[in-house]
């Protein structure tokens, strides 16, 4: 299972072989995992391990588009998974951080959808439904891409609440989502990029946003 430092070492030893594209969005993400491990506060550590995340998937496409094209993200790693190392963090060690994840109706949207009068209570409801019974059927048949698509939906919920103001800093509501989001996220990142590095020449992992331009 790769840790931080081993994947700094890969990168180091590799680096040479990437396109410049490729090689910025590996640097980046790692710079903002690395103070991930040096924060000192739940939110400081979430926020890095975010925009970690975001290094390392997104693409100069509008924002309406941010949850697709993660989704198709974790889908390549997915695929390219051959150890079977996303496989063995979601289902060997954080499936019951996973689960009390996703049983946390505070970070499922249609819940606040419904509290902020958007939806109905019985759609909100319906939502908690469908989205129980395809957890417990990726449960069944162990698709790690289907559960890595609902837990990073409630991620994106967490991460909305914070960046967008919708929490205080410290607060003391929100602690064991956001434990067991920065636990999952500081371990699945690193086995994310050790993934797209074995696998750089494989596909065009895209162009980041702001290259750096002289």
Same mark, same amino acid.
């Given at each position: 299972?790769?840790?931080? !430092?081993? *994947?700094?070492?890969?990168?180091?030893?590799?680096?040479?072989?990437?396109?410049?594209?490729?090689?910025?969005?590996?640097?980046?993400?790692?710079?903002?995992?690395?103070?991930?491990?040096?924060?000192?506060?739940? $939110? #400081?550590?979430?926020?890095?391990?975010?925009?970690?995340?975001?290094?390392?998937?997104?693409?100069?496409?509008?924002?309406?588009?941010?949850?697709?094209?993660f989704n198709e993200f974790l889908l390549?790693?997915?695929?390219? $998974?051959?150890?079977? #190392? /996303?496989?063995?963090?979601?289902?060997? !060690?954080?499936?019951?951080?996973?689960?009390?994840?996703?049983?946390?109706?505070? *970070?499922?949207?249609?819940?606040? $959808?419904f509290h902020n009068g958007k939806i109905?209570?019985?759609?909100?409801? *319906?939502?908690?439904? !469908?989205?129980?019974?395809?957890?417990?059927?990726?449960?069944?048949?162990?698709? #790690?891409?289907?559960?890595?698509?609902?837990?990073?939906?409630?991620?994106? #919920?967490?991460?909305?609440? /914070?960046?967008?103001?919708?929490?205080?800093?410290?607060?003391? *509501?929100?602690?064991?989502?956001?434990?067991?989001?920065?636990? /999952?996220?500081?371990?699945?990142?690193?086995?994310?990029?050790?993934?797209?590095?074995?696998?750089?020449?494989?596909? $065009?992992?895209?162009?980041?946003?702001?290259?750096?331009?002289?």
């Amino acid at each position: 299972m790769s840790n931080l !430092k081993d *994947v700094e070492i890969k990168y180091l030893e590799d680096r040479n072989q990437f396109n410049d594209n490729f090689r910025l969005r590996i640097h980046r993400s790692l710079s903002w995992l690395k103070m991930a491990e040096e924060a000192k506060d739940l $939110d #400081t550590q979430f926020i890095a391990l975010w925009i970690a995340f975001n290094a390392a998937y997104a693409r100069e496409l509008d924002d309406i588009r941010d949850r697709a094209i993660f989704n198709e993200f974790l889908l390549r790693i997915c695929s390219f $998974d051959k150890d079977h #190392t /996303i496989y063995d963090i979601v289902w060997k !060690k954080f499936s019951q951080s996973i689960r009390l994840l996703l049983d946390n109706k505070f *970070v499922f949207q249609p819940f606040w $959808d419904f509290h902020n009068g958007k939806i109905s209570e019985k759609a909100y409801l *319906v939502a908690e439904v !469908k989205e129980r019974e395809r957890f417990l059927s990726s449960l069944e048949k162990q698709k #790690t891409e289907r559960i890595l698509d609902v837990m990073f939906s409630r991620l994106y #919920t967490l991460r909305n609440q /914070i960046i967008h103001g919708g929490a205080t800093y410290q607060s003391s *509501v929100n602690r064991e989502q956001l434990r067991d989001g920065c636990n /999952i996220l500081s371990l699945l990142i690193p086995a994310m990029l050790q993934i797209m590095m074995e696998n750089h020449s494989e596909i $065009d992992w895209g162009k980041p946003f702001y290259p750096v331009v002289n």
